[in-house]
């Protein structure tokens, strides 16, 4: 089972492209894209304006900012978007839980 991002925009033409854009960004450790790791909290666009909030596994994840740049990278070559903000945010904790059941398969992390 897939993680259900939800993505809220006033154009829905850029909702497919920004899942599909955030969903090329992967974790470079464990090769595995943070829509499926749950890295992902909250998507908002509006008009053309996309805020990303995000977290990581750990606070002290070296590769935050480099999720941060690829994320920038990616959603800002969706047509239609002109600026992306990324957040990250640690509360609550990012945890197993928050991943798909194919993430943890992936990682072994499923009994």
């Known amino acids: 089972m897939s993680v259900d991002l939800s993505v809220t925009s006033d154009?829905?033409?850029v909702v497919a492209p920004?899942?599909?854009a955030l969903a090329q960004v992967l974790d470079p450790e464990l090769g595995i894209d943070?829509?499926?790791?749950?890295?992902?909290?909250?998507v908002l666009v509006t008009t053309g304006?996309?805020?990303?909030?995000m977290t990581t596994t750990s606070p002290a994840c070296p590769l935050g900012e480099t999720l941060v740049d690829e994320v920038v990278a990616r959603v800002r070559a969706v047509?239609?978007?002109?600026?992306?903000?990324?957040?990250?945010?640690?509360?609550p904790p990012w945890g197993p839980d928050d991943m798909s059941?194919?993430?943890?398969?992936?990682?072994?992390w499923v009994s």
């Open 49 to 53: 304006v996309v805020q990303v909030t």
């Open 101 to 108: 059941e194919a993430a943890r398969v992936a990682l072994g």
């Open 18 to 20: 920004i899942r599909a």
């Open 34 to 42: 943070i829509v499926e790791l749950g890295l992902v909290r909250v």
């Open 79 to 91: 047509p239609g978007v002109v600026e992306v903000d990324v957040a990250l945010e640690w509360e």
């Open 11 to 13: 154009d829905p033409a």
